[in-house]
């Protein structure tokens, strides 16, 4: 079985005053511009187009809610760290991802999408500062692995699970590829944890597979 797989657009909003009724378990993916996000929920939905990957950053523009069998929800939140936005937007953006991380009660747990060749950016930091305080969980897929040789990701997820290891188990970290569609089992038994799911009925985790696996 497929955590993911069979994801269904439900709704896209803009502004926090349309966010929908808390209906069942929401999972946010956040992300930098062109860290990979879009392709990451793709992979992980088995999906080509589920969301959309566009070659400009920043052209995801809201909140965009997918249902999945399990009666959770996927979040995905727009893009964050594009400077050619212009100011009026970015202030909008900002204000919508920190409402909705502080305020929405169904919020489970936020899986943190990094560009592993260029991780932890002042703006990852802050989104990890802003949803820290809810004491919910953290899981970050260091995307794109694939460009980096092997000894250069083991490199780069020993250096960043270094850096949120203050944190303690409320920060997860994995390597992740879209290309390569590696990691995505990592995710979905993270993700069911989080929902209290059996992970018995979930693809196992390829030992062959493994990219650095969840833990710290």
């Known amino acids: 079985m497929s955590l993911f797989r069979n994801a269904k657009f439900e709704i896209s909003i803009a502004k926090p005053g349309d966010l929908p009724l808390p209906d069942g378990a929401e999972i946010a993916f956040a992300g930098r511009s062109n860290a990979g996000k879009s392709s990451a929920i793709n ?8 969301a ?12 965009n809610f997918f249902r999945l069998d399990c009666g959770a929800v996927l979040v995905d939140l727009p893009g964050y760290g594009y400077a050619k936005v212009p100011e009026a937007i970015r202030r909008q953006w900002v204000n919508l991802l920190e409402s909705y991380l502080r305020r929405r009660e169904n919020l489970v747990g936020l899986v943190l999408i990094m560009d592993s060749r260029h991780p932890l950016t002042p703006l ?9 305080p809810s004491g919910r969980p953290i899981h ?3 995307t794109k692995a694939d ?4 000894n250069e990701a083991a490199a780069t997820l020993a250096a960043v699970r270094r850096e949120v290891a203050p944190m303690g188990a409320q920060v997860t970290v994995q390597l992740f590829s879209s290309l390569k569609k590696v990691g995505a089992e990592e995710v979905e038994h993270t993700v ?11 693809r196992p985790i390829p ?9 710290k």
């Open 43 to 50: 992979t992980l939905a088995d999906h080509t187009r589920l």
């Open 52 to 63: 959309y990957v566009s070659k400009t950053p920043g052209r995801t523009q809201l909140i």
């Open 124 to 132: 990852d930091r802050q989104m990890i500062d802003w949803f820290l």
């Open 140 to 142: 970050v897929l260091l």
């Open 147 to 150: 460009k980096l040789t092997r």
């Open 192 to 202: 069911a944890g989080w929902l209290n799911l059996p992970t018995d009925e979930l």
């Open 207 to 215: 030992a062959a597979a493994r990219l650095g696996g969840a833990g």
